[in-house]
């Protein structure tokens, strides 16, 4: 899949931009704080409709303006082409069309057009709350299987209802049994889609980790589940006095992790920058692996100042990894530096082009 070209109005600090894309790499230099990173976002943003963060919708408006929009024009492995247009308006909410029809639920865009990001926010899938991992798990499943993002939609939606029936006091086993029989069936496959994908990815993270660090640590992954070994409805039964106390839902899937260990050892607590910084990258290469591999296309891979805390052979192992692997194919770099920029240009093969960004605007660089 090739994102070809793109056209923006009032996205973040991005006023207006049509920007033609090159089908292999594309470099992004400029300052801190100059539209790189927005420029990834709004990518993103046609791709999954929605921000990289967890900002609100309107907090990607810019700023006095009333509403933005995004469109963009994707070519695929068949040889065909398709326009998307994600649009959002304050007081309106979101649009969203392929083709110049709208869509009849965002739910149905999800994975048609799959995407990678690799940002320096993404420490937090270590060092943050299991939320962030929660949600990890959620963005990709849902590309890959549609009936997945259905069953989560079921389940928070059940988990609401029984939250707030917690906070009123309401006391009929019967009214809870009702709801909660939403929550038990969307559960089970939750769970068993995140075991699954757990046990396909693991192994990939530990053989890229391996790749990246020069074979001098090993790492692996595990799912942690409270309804491991049980079921959501016997975790419900046993917890409901518990529950009534604390007026909300203590068990279930919403609490699942994600554990990650480097050499054995729980890399959340003993982990340093780099260590972090290269088992997120590797995550994603991994995630990038599998959603290849599901969707049947390649997805688009964005590297959002990755060389950030990383020692000289580290970033020299990513980059052989992403740009002399077949692997790939439509990358997108951001970065302040000039020459981390041209040495991955002149280590490629390949179409590639260079971009210079200030203040929200783009012009082109001769690639050296």
């Not at 247009?85 to 083709?99: D, E, F, P, V, Y």
């Not at 530990?206 to 660090?213: D, F, V």
Request: hydrophobic share 40%; proline share 3%.
């Amino acid at each position: 899949m090739i994102l070809k070209n793109i056209d923006i109005l009032n996205f973040k600090n991005i006023a207006a931009a049509t920007l033609e894309f090159s089908p292999g790499v594309n470099c992004l230099l400029g300052m801190n704080g100059m539209g790189k990173s927005n420029l990834l976002e709004s990518i993103h943003f046609l791709c999954m409709a929605r921000p990289m963060t967890s900002l609100p919708d309107n907090a990607l408006i810019r700023h006095g303006e009333d509403a933005l929009i995004v469109k963009g024009e994707f070519a695929n492995e068949s040889g065909g082409s398709d326009s998307i247009a994600c649009g959002i308006s304050r007081g309106k909410g979101k649009s969203l069309k392929r083709n110049g029809k709208e869509y009849r639920r965002i739910s149905e865009h999800i994975g048609r057009f799959p995407i990678v990001t690799v940002t320096p926010g993404d420490s937090q899938l270590v060092s943050g709350p299991g939320e962030e991992r929660r949600k990890l798990m959620d963005m990709v499943i849902s590309q890959a299987n549609p009936d997945y993002l259905a069953h989560l939609i079921r389940y928070t939606k059940a988990l609401e209802s029984r939250n707030r029936m917690l906070r009123a006091g309401v006391r009929d086993s019967l009214l809870f049994e009702s709801v909660e029989a939403g929550m038990e069936d969307a559960a089970a496959a939750i769970f068993d889609a995140r075991l699954k994908w757990v046990e396909t990815i693991a192994p990939k993270v530990e053989r890229c980790y391996s790749r990246l660090s020069g074979d001098r640590e090993c790492t692996e992954i595990a799912y942690r589940s409270q309804i491991a070994g049980t079921t959501m409805k016997d975790l419900l039964n046993e917890r409901r006095a518990k529950d009534t106390v604390l007026g909300y839902t203590s068990a279930g899937i919403h609490r699942d992790d994600i554990e990650a260990k480097l050499d054995g050892y729980s890399l959340r607590r003993l982990g340093s920058q780099g260590q972090v910084k290269t088992f997120t990258v590797a995550l994603r290469l991994a995630i990038f692996d599998y959603l290849k591999e599901t969707k049947g296309a390649t997805p688009l891979l964005l590297l959002d100042d990755i060389f950030d805390k990383l020692d000289a052979s580290r970033v020299e192992s990513i980059m052989r990894e992403v740009t002399t692997s077949d692997t790939f194919g439509q990358i997108f770099i951001t970065d302040t530096n000039r020459k981390h920029l041209d040495d991955i240009i002149a280590g490629m093969q390949g179409p590639r082009s260079m971009l210079n960004v200030a203040d929200g605007n783009f012009s082109p660089l001769t690639c050296i």
